[in-house]
């Protein structure tokens, strides 16, 4: 009887064993190719290329273009980090990784970056496509100009995301080029993808590839990806010193074996690279978006209407510079300050003018930068002087479009600054911000700036800023050898 039993249980033990091997045959006839590509990220020399020109699904890589793209139309006025997109039923359909939106949520576009980014969301990159764009299938088109700009001569983007779609496809080489693209165009942008966590308003997400930021010496980005077609992908930056190696991988059969081989890679590139090299910075692909209800076509290498308007302001904020007094010594009347947003240069200097000429000579006038939100503060007038106002007259006529906000923000989360050091003096801090406002400019360009007495001195500080922007702020003043810590609330 116990022999007769045994007959069938062997039967099922068989038929299990050959059921289980025929699901993994397919898997390992369906093994995405391997692909692998090197670059020493500082002249864009190659330093190890295997099958890196074909044609292979990205998977996740694609969204380094989304985000590219979304920090273009962000930098040229097409929308603002701090925008709420209204998501679509497209969008949350998308499937995982996601970051769990709703049809009809607003989301400041600032936290589906975020989401993008760091946790390579698809409904947040979706959502991301259809703000700059209107829809994918534009936003898409859109990619495929920008790559063909970049030189990335292989690769098509159907979608926003990177989930396997036909005719999908990029190669190691084209996307290593984006990534190098992405570190030297939008330096103020790149700390997100070394980012372990981010808060996106909707929960806190953590990075896709933690395990190697935090393990390989250096490391500090750039984008994952997997779907079964593409295997596991894997673009990484790592800095050593003064040398920088980008390499990317494609068809990984693991998140582990995929960063062992980058880790060996970067290996490898960093002992080829040489110590010293010249830069040499990719050209900037040609732009094409809107600003306002208009759109604007630009060569590649052609200077951004956002960079121009930044060197307009500086050289107002130059001639601003050359026509102050000296500020009173501690003891005197603090200075009152006029406040003028980024883009109110012009306004903010004729109302310092007509200030002056109904309050009289000798009393100086600071102008300070800020953005919208609060009451215009009091006013000094400046100590005339007509070879300064005649540079500040043709400044400002050089730059017709600028228009004031009276107001600087405390709202939308901006209470928080960076403060950079404490002065013997109020007029040696307000020097220091000065100067720190005109060499950090892309990230301090709406903080307004704010001298605080001290028993020991004055502080120099930035304030009314995110806690996100004054991070940013400080990170690249430290890059600067510019020494600062943040302020928060309160």
Known sequence: MKKRDSVPARIGLVMIAVIGLCALLPLRAEAAPYAGYVIDARNGKVLYSNNAETRLHPASLTKMMTLYIVFEAVENGEIGLDDRVTISRNATREPPSKLGLRSGQKIALRYLIRAAAVKSANDAATALAEAIEGSVERFAQRMNRTAKS????????????????????????????????????????????SRISADTQVRTVYHTNRRMLRSYRGADGIK???TRAAGFTLVA?????GERIIATVFGGKSTASRNAKVAELLDLGFRK??????????????????????????????ERPALAARTRRAAVAAAVT?????????????????????????????????TAEAAGPNTPVEVAQGSAGSELAKVRPVVRDQAAEASITQAVQADPVQEVVRRVSTSGGRHWGINIGRYPTEYKARQVLLQTALTEMATLDDSLRKVVRRPTGFDANFMGMTRDGADLACRRLQAKQISCFMIGPG
């Open 273 to 302: 690279a040489p110590s010293r090299v010249a830069v040499a910075r990719p050209a900037r692909p040609a732009y094409l978006g809107k600003i306002g209800t208009g759109t604007v076509r630009i060569a590649a290498g052609a």
């Open 150 to 193: 970049m030189g990335m001569r292989d690769t098509t983007f159907k979608n926003a995301h990177g989930l396997t779609q036909s005719g999908h496809l990029s190669t190691a080489r084209d996307m290593t080029l984006l990534g190098r693209q992405l570190f030297y165009d939008y330096p103020q942008y790149y700390n997100l993808f």
């Open 224 to 226: 994952t990806g997997y």
């Open 237 to 241: 930056s790592a800095q050593r010193g």
């Open 322 to 354: 050359r026509s102050l007094r000296p500020m009173p010594r501690p003891g005197s009347e603090t200075a009152p300050v006029l406040v003028a947003d980024s883009d109110g240069i012009k306004r903010a200097l004729l109302a310092a003018q007509e």
